[in-house]
């Protein structure tokens, strides 16, 4: 997979173990493991340790205590993951105690959500108050099914995605590939648009920076 992503462009990944009932999340464990990996790759791929973090309470008091221990390295930008089954009436709230405690929620693949599929315009408004919308790769090109590329075209088209990611699992399926999705959104919204999904606002978020390319979405 890493030679794969290096092949394709990437030169900077970030891994995103789950934190969720079925997977616990060990930060030091996976440091080590990361560590590891890293010395196996050499320069041709910078890779950092974040968390797919699933919204639950349980992890919400978790994060406000501990934030460090699952953001994206040691920047302040919190990978979050929501249930396809059932999203929380006080999510904004979640958010926005997020805010207080200083984080940065960025919402992850939110149109393959089918909660979210159904209210898309819900995702603007969390946009319009500051959190990221990260969008995988795969869904604007359509292998998710059609119903996640229409919700991603949507979103770009209302400047409400500011991250594409490629959520690779594996070396033959969901694989580590952006270049395709780049050549779409830049058919979409333009080169400059697309090209900040892809380097600029990745590349601030892994440095801990604000992001470069942050439109005001467009409300319905």
């Known amino acids: ?38 010395e196996k790759v050499g320069p041709s791929l910078r890779l950092s340790l974040g968390c ?33 089954y059932s999203v929380p009436i006080q999510l904004t709230d979640c958010f926005v105690r997020l805010g207080d405690c200083g984080l940065t929620p960025i919402l ?18 969390w946009a319009e108050q500051g959190c990221l919308m990260q969008v995988t790769a795969s869904a604007l090109t359509g292998f998710w099914g059609e119903r996640p590329e229409i919700i991603a075209r949507w979103l770009l088209d209302h400047a409400a995605v500011h991250i594409l990611a490629s959520d690779a699992h594996d070396a033959k399926r969901r694989v580590p590939i952006l270049s395709q999705a780049r050549q779409l959104a830049e058919q979409i919204v333009g080169a400059e648009y697309a090209q900040a999904l892809v380097e600029g606002n990745p590349g601030a978020i892994v440095n801990g920076q604000p992001i470069p390319y942050n439109p005001k979405p467009v409300m319905e």
């Open 1 to 38: 997979m890493c030679r794969m992503a290096a092949h394709d462009g990437i030169t900077h990944s970030v891994a995103t173990p789950h934190a969720n009932d079925r997977y616990a999340y060990d930060r030091v464990y996976l440091t080590g493991l990361l560590a590891q990996l890293q």
């Open 52 to 84: 797919d973090c699933h919204l639950s309470y349980e992890n919400l008091e978790r994060v406000l205590e501990r934030p460090h221990s699952y953001t994206i390295g040691e920047t302040n930008y919190l990978l979050v993951e929501l249930s396809n």
């Open 108 to 125: 992850t693949h939110p149109e393959r959500n089918p909660i979210l599929q159904q209210s898309p315009q819900r995702i603007l408004e």
